[in-house]
Structures are given as structure tokens and as C-alpha cells.
């Protein structure tokens, strides 16, 4: 039976996560391994500053004070019995869209897995406004099936997938889109706000955001009710601009020295 983690960034209590954690049992022989609290927005940062504690929960269960990138490193290296066959990560509850990816935790808990040679895939519902009735088993039968075909074919080389749900009931979803990430970024996200003493400090988040229109990005396929699959390649090498600088950035440069 293929072992399988399952992490977050929302913390090891979130509805997305133990929604993911029964429908993966489906697969296999599933672990939980997840921070102790919310950690939204952490990027790949890893502890190194101070020691970390893992507690066990329940049986297959455990908690990290730390990172997703910690739970993913720590994890696999000291608290499974054997490497998994892959890691998911979320489910989120929020998107993580375009240039959203370069903040999530979510995310980089895939970005981790990967670097470690292990097949990983981030997902996210995506929620269009507030409500208290989120349908998380949309996305975890999306990630039931995308778990049967890593299973079955693994994934490229060095490549995650990074998916977004519709926050709708599944007759709702249109289909599944194979997406580029897209361009995604916010006006005014930097609020001031006054403390008791008067003093300035300042609120990151919120703002209003605007992204670029294509037919085959991720943004895109969301708001038309798709699934959006994109996948995530870790070389982040831009290759056209290697090219164009070979011929022009370089030879400057050279003729100075």
C-alpha cells in the first residue's frame, strides 16, 4: 500500500485538510503532517533560528510548530517509515493564483517535495466570496483522481502541479484546464492604521486586485468555473532572456573588463 503525506499551510485543525486526509485513504496509507497553526502566506521559509517540536495528535497524525517547507523536511526525513509515494498539499481555503504561488505556503510545501524527488501537487478552492458553506469535497475528488494518476504515471520531471477549484458543487465545474500561471496583483494592499497612542503602523493585505485576461491562465479558467491544473517547473531559468543577454548583456560587459 503507497504511503502518502498530506500537508497544509491553514494548519493541521482546517476543514481542507481533513477533507484531504479521508479521501486520501482511498489511495493508500495516508499521514498528516501539518503545522500547529495558520501559516498563510510563509512562502519556502524554513526554521533555522530555533529548534522545532513535533507532536503527535492521534494515530497518523502530527503537528509541527514550524513552516509547511519545515513539515515536508522534517517529515519525510524523521517521522515517516519510508519515503512517499507522493505528497498534497491543502486543501486552501483561498486561491493561489498567478503571482499568488511566490507567497503560498501552500504551494511551497509542493516546491519542497519536489526538490526532494518526491511527485507533490498543491490544491486551492478557489472562493469568490465570503460564505460559511465551502465545498471542500469538490476539490478533494479532484485530488482523488490527480492522487490515482500520479500513482499510476507519476509526474515530469522536477514539476509540481499547482491546482484551483471553483468553489462550487461539482455539477457546477465545467471541466479541467491544463493552465500557464497567469499575472495577478493587488492596488492599495498596504493599509495604515493608528494605534491606542496614535502611533502609524502598517497592514499588509486586502486591496483590490487586477490581473492580466488570457484564455489559458490560471486566473482565467477559475473565473469561467474550470478547474485550472498548471504545472510548476522549479528551473526558473528564463531561456529567452539567457539568449538575448548571450548576445548583448555579456559581450558589453566583456568589453569593460
Known sequence: MPLILVTNDDGVHSPGLISLFDVMKNLG????????????????????????????LRDHVYHINGTPTDCIAVGVNKILPERPAFVVSGINKGANLGDDITYSGTVSAAIE??????????????????????????????ALEIGKYILDSSLPYDTLLNVNVPDVHAPGIKGIKLTRQGKRVYNDSIQETFDPHGEKHYWIGGGQPYWEHGEDTDIQAVQDNYVSITPIHLDLTNYEALKFLKDRLLFTLNEKI
Open 113 to 142: 517535495s519536489t526538490i526532494m524527488g518526491i511527485p507533490a501537487f498543491a490544491v486551492s478552492l478557489a472562493i469568490q466570496k465570503q460564505t460559511k458553506s465551502l465545498h471542500f469535497e469538490t476539490a478533494s475528488n479532484i
Open 29 to 56: 496509507d495516508v499521514y498528516v503532517i501539518a503545522p500547529d497553526r495558520e501559516r498563510s502566506a510563509v512562502s519556502h521559509a524554513l526554521t533555522m533560528h530555533r529548534p522545532l517540536r513535533v507532536e503527535e
